[in-house]
Each structure stands twice: as structure tokens, then as C-alpha cells.
């Protein structure tokens, strides 16, 4: 039997090199904080940004796996579990010296045996979706990330958060599912949270701007004006609906790039609700 987080070694290729040391052989075992310099490097090998804080938040929100060549990191995934009906996958990368070699589907394939919940979603960018695919992944939707600085002024509908419960419980009826141990650490994490009659929204730090997400609201008008109230300075928010979109290109913050919105099994919830993803990690 093999120890929670681990499986066995698996050989590729070459076994042992002039010096008699093994390569090509990984082994996968779970990341902790401790790991995050590696993660950072083996991002920078894909032009992934170093965004340092979110693998911290997200080691600590879900369990992340890594596959090591020797002591080399050379892949990466975080899932994160919330309940026992959805997990979201993440960060999901193999180092460009280890690519096609089936590494990055034993990655997700191991991560979403851990996680063992009927519904499995991600944000997938188009190197990602054949693999996903193969995994039983379909996509339902297309999301952009917007970026830049928001030339609308705050609408002042929104409210610092007070009942924390109330706006857990709305997050799960939208989302589909209870993300309340999540919310405990993002409270924290978060730049601040605020709320609408009829929705909330939240920012956090990312390098060098701001985030911004959840956006749940009833409507559009109310989308757009919690949108105003957390946008500060340079900031990302990631965007499916077209009306949405055309209003933020409008507003000073054209979209980058489009990534597929892919779930294994049903979503649930009033997710026409939710108008920005917490984050992609997170769905
Ligand atoms: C997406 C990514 C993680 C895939 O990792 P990977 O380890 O190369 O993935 P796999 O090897 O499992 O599968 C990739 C391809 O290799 C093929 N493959 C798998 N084992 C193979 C082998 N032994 N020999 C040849 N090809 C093989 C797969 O069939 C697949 O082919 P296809 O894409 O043409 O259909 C990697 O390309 C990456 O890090 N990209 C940049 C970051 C990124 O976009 N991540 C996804 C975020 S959603």
C-alpha cells in the first residue's frame, strides 16, 4: 500500500544517466509551501507570471501534487475539494523538458482520484482542453481575461461585508456548491469583500494588479456597478457574458486572452449568477 499523496516511481526512457544517477523516472508526492520556489520556477519555464501569493493561498485552500524528476519539480496540479460534490483543478503545468510524455495526465488523473467528488470543473487554456478532454472534461463556455484600469467611477451600491454566513450561503446556491471553508481563508486573502442587495464582490492581489472576483449580481447594471466598486487601478477580471465584455472593452479593459470553461458531470446552482470567477483556479 502506498502512503497517502504518493504513488510509485515510474519509469520513462533512459533509467540511469553517465553517473549512474536515475532519469527519467518521477515521482509524484504532495506540494507544501515549502515547494512554492519550485512552482514559481517551473512556472517562470512556461511564461507563467510568479504569482507567488496565489500558490500560497491555494496550497493552503486545496492539495497540490507535484511530479519530481530527481529533485527537480517538473509538474504541477492543485484541486481543491469544496464539499463532497465539486473540486476545482488548477495549475496544472509540466516543464517543457518533460512535455508529451503523459506526465501531465497522470497529474490530473492522480489529483482528481484524491479529490473523488461527482463534479469536476477548470478553466482550460487551448494546450490544456485535448488533455482534459481525454479525461472526460467538456467544455460549456468561453471566458476572457479583461485587463486594465476602469474608467467608470464607483456606484456606491456596494457595502464592506458584515454577515459573512449570509454571503457563504449565497456563494453555494450560485455556485453549486458549499465553498465555506474556502471563503474562511479568502476572507483573509482577500482585499476586500463587499456586498449589493442582491449580490457581492471581492478583489485580491496579484503581482502587479488587482483581481477582481467573485461577481455574483442579479443583473448586468448591478454586475457593472460592483464591478466600479472594486476595480482599483490596474486590474483583471475574467469575463464570459458578451454584454459584460463589450463594457469593460469599452471602459478601458480590453480582453488578452480567452481560456474554455470545461466541468466533468453536472454543474448545479444559479450559475447564470455568477459573473466572474473567484479566480480560474477556483472557479
Ligand atoms: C498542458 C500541459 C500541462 C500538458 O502536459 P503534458 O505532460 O505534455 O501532457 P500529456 O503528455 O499528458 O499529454 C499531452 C500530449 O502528449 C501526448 N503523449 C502522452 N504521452 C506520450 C508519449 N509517451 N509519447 C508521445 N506523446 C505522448 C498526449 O497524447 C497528448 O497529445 P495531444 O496533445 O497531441 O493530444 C503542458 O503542455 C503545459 O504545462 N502547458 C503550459 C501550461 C498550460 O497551458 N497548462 C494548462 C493549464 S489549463
Not at 87 to 114: D, F, I, K, T, Y
Not at 120 to 141: D, I, N, Q, W
Not at 163 to 186: P, Q
Request: proline share 6%.
Amino acid at each position: 500500500m502506498l502512503a497517502a499523496g504518493t504513488d510509485s516511481p515510474h519509469r520513462s526512457k533512459k533509467p540511469v544517466d553517465g553517473t549512474g544517477v536515475l532519469v527519467g523516472v518521477t515521482v509524484l508526492r504532495t506540494l507544501t509551501s515549502a515547494d512554492v520556489p519550485a512552482c514559481l520556477a517551473l512556472a517562470a519555464d512556461r511564461d507563467w507570471p510568479p504569482e507567488e501569493a496565489k500558490w500560497r493561498f491555494l496550497l493552503r485552500v486545496g492539495t497540490g501534487f507535484g511530479l519530481f524528476d530527481g529533485p527537480r519539480l517538473v509538474g504541477t496540479t492543485i484541486i481543491t475539494r469544496f464539499g463532497d460534490e465539486h473540486a476545482a483543478v488548477s495549475m496544472v503545468l509540466v516543464a517543457p523538458s518533460h512535455g508529451r510524455r503523459g506526465l501531465g495526465r497522470r497529474l490530473v488523473e492522480h489529483a482528481l482520484g484524491h479529490a473523488g467528488t461527482p463534479v469536476a470543473s477548470l478553466f482550460a487554456t487551448p494546450f490544456g482542453k485535448p488533455l482534459y478532454e481525454r479525461l472526460g472534461f467538456r467544455s460549456v463556455g468561453v471566458v476572457a481575461g479583461h485587463f486594465g484600469t476602469l474608467d467608470v467611477p464607483r456606484s456606491g451600491v456596494s457595502v464592506p461585508v458584515e454577515d459573512r454566513d449570509h454571503l457563504v450561503k449565497l456563494d453555494a446556491a450560485v455556485f453549486g456548491a458549499d465553498r465555506s471553508a474556502m471563503w474562511e481563508s479568502y476572507f483573509d486573502f482577500a482585499r476586500e469583500v463587499r456586498v449589493s442587495p442582491d449580490g457581492f464582490a471581492a478583489s485580491w492581489r496579484n503581482t502587479d494588479r488587482l483581481m477582481l472576483g467573485p461577481i455574483v449580481a442579479g443583473s448586468l447594471a448591478e454586475a457593472k456597478a460592483l464591478i466600479s466598486d472594486v476595480a482599483d487601478g490596474p486590474s483583471r477580471v475574467d469575463a464570459g457574458d458578451p454584454a459584460l465584455r463589450a463594457w469593460l472593452t469599452e471602459h478601458g479593459m480590453p480582453a488578452r486572452f480567452e481560456v474554455d470553461l470545461m466541468v466533468r458531470g453536472e454543474f448545479s446552482g444559479a450559475r447564470e449568477r455568477l459573473w466572474a470567477p473567484l479566480m480560474q483556479a477556483l472557479g
